[in-house]
């Protein structure tokens, strides 16, 4: 079964608005990653957050975990149309476990 | 360049004749890792390997083989392939508790 689920599924937003994308997981964890990934292509690592972390910045990124409620988000400020890809969280708790992803477009 | 080379990027077979798909990396990773990708499923995990001669099965284990005999190659072998397992596969590597490195992807077709 799958571990990380995000919410939505889908979202389309105009160039320069932020996206906002969720992930719930089912068990403890030791981290949690996000990964973008181009269409058909492979996944590309973009921020990872510890289990004893709330908030974590990285760029134009901001990801926060809640382990109480486990789960966690992704916010991606300032939109750009090349931010246009499928985003997946992967729970780590001795394996990963990835969710059926986000697909975000952003329109210019 | 820091990086986990996939072979074929792209392949149709028929059913039932083997095939290896090679999987190397070049960051002397102990963690390797195969996944195959279907449209609404997401990414599940076939086989991982904690370091040399040290394999597991993940979720979907059922039709495939793997083997570690050096650090950077994890081969992914299908003894007798069948349209069900025509998909889009990932290996990724990994060291510790940090982010995975993944390969390009193979896109493989069983007719």
């Known amino acids: 079964s799958q571990q990380g689920e995000e919410d939505p599924q889908a979202l389309s937003i105009q160039e320069g608005e932020n996206a906002t994308m969720n992930c719930s997981y089912k068990t403890s964890i030791n981290n949690l990653q996000w990964y973008r990934q181009n269409s058909g292509r492979g996944l590309v690592h973009l921020i990872l957050i510890r289990s004893n972390e709330r908030e974590k910045h990285s760029g134009r990124l901001r990801v926060t975990l809640d382990t109480s409620k486990k789960s966690s988000s992704l916010l991606i400020t300032a939109s750009r149309a090349a931010d246009t890809a499928s985003y997946f969280c992967?729970?780590?708790?001795?394996?990963?476990?990835f969710g059926s992803g986000t697909k975000l477009n952003v329109k210019p | 360049e820091a990086q986990v080379t996939q072979n074929p990027r792209y392949l149709i077979t028929v059913t039932g004749k083997k095939l290896t798909v090679t999987c190397s990396q070049n960051m002397n990773h102990e963690y390797m890792s195969w996944y195959r990708q279907d449209p609404g499923l997401g990414l599940r995990q076939i086989y991982y390997s904690m370091n040399v001669e040290v394999t597991d099965k993940g979720d979907v284990p059922e039709g495939y083989k793997v083997s570690r005999k050096e650090k950077r190659n994890f081969p992914l072998i299908l003894e007798s392939p069948s349209p069900n397992q025509t998909s889009l596969y990932f290996c990724?590597?990994?060291?510790?508790?940090?982010?995975?490195?993944f390969g390009s992807g193979t896109r493989l077709t069983v007719v």
């Open positions: 990724a590597s990994g060291q510790g508790a940090n982010g995975y490195t």
């Open positions: 992967a729970a780590n708790f001795n394996k990963f476990y």
